[in-house]
């Protein structure tokens, strides 16, 4: 079991830069591949970034490239969202998942992550 929680999240203004945390707690975290992913209002839960178990591998949605950047720090059981440049179709509730990871790829499908935290709310504003 893993437990992941997610800080960070606020209100900002559009080309403002935000930093989203996930601590995780319960089992090894250096065993998982990290991802996070976000829900707007009336929209489906899309995939944002992944990374790997090890952090050399990371995988983007194509709308966030080059502007969000995921990494982790295995010692402090955390991942990380930078995101800069934000604009207000970035605003949405930002989960962060866990998968338990045999090999070391960062996956984006959702239904591949086993555990979820509760969520951050991220609202930018034009």
């Known amino acids: 079991q893993v437990q992941l929680v997610e800080s960070g999240g606020g209100l900002v203004q559009a080309e403002d830069a935000l930093r989203l945390a996930c601590a995780a707690s319960?089992?090894?975290?250096?065993?998982?591949?990290m991802g996070w992913f976000r829900q707007a209002p009336g929209k489906e839960r899309e995939f944002v970034a992944a990374?790997?178990?090890?952090?050399?591998?990371?995988n983007y949605a194509d709308s966030v490239k080059g502007r969000f950047t995921i990494s982790r720090d295995n010692a402090r059981s955390t991942v990380y969202l930078q995101m800069n440049s934000l604009k207000p179709e970035d605003t949405a509730v930002y989960y962060c998942?866990?998968?338990?990871?045999?090999?070391?790829?960062?996956?984006?499908?959702?239904?591949?992550?086993?555990?979820w935290g509760q969520g951050t709310q991220v609202t930018v504003s034009s």
């Open positions: 319960g089992r090894t975290f250096s065993f998982y591949a």
């Open positions: 990374i790997s178990r090890s952090g050399a591998l990371t």
């Open positions: 998942a866990a998968r338990a990871a045999t090999y070391d790829y960062p996956p984006s499908p959702s239904h591949e992550y086993s555990y």
